[in-house]
C-alpha cells in the first residue's frame, strides 16, 4: 500500500435498522458485526472498524483492486440503538467525515436527530447523506422522503450535504458513495505538537496455547489525533489500569511500555502520522489490554499527559430540546448533585455537578479522565432510565 495515500476516517450513523451495516459490507466487501453477541442479536453494539482502499479506473470506482489506489478510508460503524448513544459519541470523535443513512421508508427518527445533533457538536462538516432501501418504496415515497430530508438539513452544517439515493441490500448506487468518498475534504493533519493517540479499542491477539517465547504484547487500536509515533517510541497509557482494593477507591495506574509495531490494517509500519486509524503493539502484558479494557485510555511519549484528574470543569452548551427520544420534552436546567454522563474523547464517566456559574460547571468525576483543554464534552441526563442528550461543552 502507497504510504502517501490521502486517509480519512469515516464514520457511519443514523437510527437502528436504517441499513449503516449492510451499506458498510457494500462499500468495503466486508463485514463488521463481528462479535457473536452483535450477530445473534442483529444489532451493533460495539463500534465496528473496517477499512478499504478506493481505486479509480478511468470513471469508475471500486474498491476491488481496479485502477489505480487513490484513498485510503477507515470506517467506523457506530451502533443505531438508544441505548447505545454513548458509544456514538465515543466513535465521533475519531473520525473527519460522517455518512448519514436514512431509511426512505421510516424518515428521520430519534437517533437520526441525536446523531446528526452529535456530529454538529463536534464540528464534522463533511457530511455525506445516504437515503436507504430505496427498494421498498415508490418514486413518490422516495420524493417525499427526499424532501423530509431537505427539510431537517436546513440551516444545518450539512445544508448543502449530497443525498445519494441507495439500496445497500440490492447494491444500488454504491460506486457513487465511493467517487464521494474520495472527493471528502480531508482535515489538516498536525504534524507538529506532541502525540496524542486516542485508544478506542484494545485487545489481546494471542491465540489461546501461545508459548510464552512467541506471545504478542498487548494491542492498543484508535486513532493518531495529532503528532507522530514511531516503532520503538517510550509510552505512556493514561488513565491506564483500574485497581481495586478492598474498601478503598479504585486507583488508576498509568501504563508505560514501548512501541514494538505499528499496524495500518494487515500493513505494518515503522511510524504513523496524524490523521491514522492504527493498531499499536505494545511490550504490555496483552493480559492488560483483552477485552477493550484500556478503550476510553490516551496515549502520548513520557511526560506530554496532564496528571489523572477526578475533576472537569467545562463550559456548556444545552440544546433547547431533549434528543433521542419521539416526543419533544424541554431540557430542564441542570441542579447540584445530579449525576451527568459525560463523554470526552473515546470514553464516558458519571459526572457528579458541584457547581454551577454562568457559563462553567463544575464536575466530580466517578471514572478519572485525561481531558485537554478545548475537547468537546458530550452531556447526557438520565431521563425515564435512559441517558438522553442534553447538550455540549467544551472542557476548561
Ligand atoms: P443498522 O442497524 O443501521 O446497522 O442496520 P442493518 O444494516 O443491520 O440493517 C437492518 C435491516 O435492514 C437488515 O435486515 C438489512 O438486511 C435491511 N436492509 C439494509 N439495507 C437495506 C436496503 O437497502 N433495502 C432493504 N430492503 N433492506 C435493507
Ligand atoms: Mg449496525
Known amino acids: 500500500m502507497d504510504k502517501n495515500l490521502p486517509e480519512i476516517n469515516v464514520g457511519v450513523v443514523g437510527h437502528i435498522d436504517h441499513g449503516k451495516t449492510t451499506l458498510l459490507s457494500r462499500i468495503t466487501g466486508k463485514f463488521t458485526d463481528t462479535h457473536s453477541e452483535e450477530l445473534k442479536r442483529g444489532i451493533t453494539i460495539k463500534l465496528g472498524y473496517t477499512e478499504t482502499l478506493i481505486y479509480k479506473d478511468k470513471d469508475n470506482y471500486n474498491a476491488k483492486g481496479k485502477g489505480k489506489p487513490i484513498r485510503y478510508v477507515s470506517f467506523i460503524d457506530a451502533p443505531g440503538h438508544e441505548m447505545l448513544m454513548a458509544k456514538m459519541l465515543s466513535g465521533a470523535a475519531i473520525i473527519d467525515a460522517a455518512i448519514l443513512v436514512i431509511a426512505a421508508n421510516e424518515g428521520i427518527k430519534p437517533q437520526t436527530r441525536e446523531h446528526f445533533m452529535a456530529l454538529q457538536a463536534k464540528d ?27 427539510e431537517f438539513l436546513k440551516g444545518t452544517i450539512a445544508e448543502n450535504a449530497l443525498i445519494i439515493p441507495v439500496s445497500a441490500q440490492q447494491g444500488i448506487n454504491i460506486e457513487k458513495i465511493l467517487e464521494e468518498l474520495t472527493k471528502l475534504k480531508i482535515p489538516e493533519r498536525d504534524h507538529q505538537s506532541k502525540p496524542i493517540f486516542l485508544v478506542a479499542r484494545s485487545f489481546d491477539i494471542n491465540k489461546p496455547g501461545t508459548t510464552p517465547e512467541k506471545l504478542k504484547g498487548g494491542v ?71 477485552a477493550d479494557s484500556l478503550t476510553g485510555c490516551i496515549v502520548s511519549t513520557k511526560g506530554v499527559l496532564p496528571e489523572i484528574s477526578k475533576k472537569l470543569d467545562i463550559e456548556p452548551k444545552f440544546f433547547e430540546e431533549v434528543l433521542g427520544i419521539k416526543e419533544r420534552k424541554k431540557v430542564e436546567d441542570i441542579k447540584t448533585k445530579e449525576l451527568l454522563m459525560l463523554s470526552i474523547n473515546t470514553t464516558i464517566t458519571i459526572g457528579n455537578v458541584e457547581k454551577i456559574s454562568d457559563d462553567k460547571i463544575e464536575f466530580a468525576l466517578n471514572i478519572p479522565v485525561i481531558a485537554l483543554k478545548g475537547d468537546k464534552v458530550g452531556i447526557a441526563r438520565n431521563i425515564d432510565g435512559h441517558w438522553r442528550l442534553i447538550g455540549f461543552g467544551k472542557v476548561l
Request: hydrophobic share 35%; glycine share 8%.
Open 124 to 150: 464534522i462538516k463533511n457530511i455525506i447523506v445516504i437515503q436507504n432501501k430505496i427498494d421498498l418504496v415508490s418514486k413518490e415515497q422516495a420524493l417525499k422522503n427526499y424532501k423530509e430530508i431537505k
Open 220 to 290: 492498543l487500536g484508535g486513532i493518531l489525533k495529532k503528532g507522530v509515533l514511531k516503532v520503538g517510541d517510550e509510552i505512556e497509557i493514561k488513565p491506564g489500569i483500574s485497581i481495586k482494593k478492598p474498601h478503598k477507591e479504585t486507583e488508576y495506574q498509568t501504563l508505560t511500555t514501548k512501541i514494538s509495531s505499528l499496524y495500518k490494517g494487515k500493513e505494518s509500519l515503522d511510524e504513523i502520522e496524524p490523521g491514522a486509524s492504527v493498531s499499536i503493539e505494545t511490550a504490555l502484558d496483552p493480559f492488560l489490554t483483552k
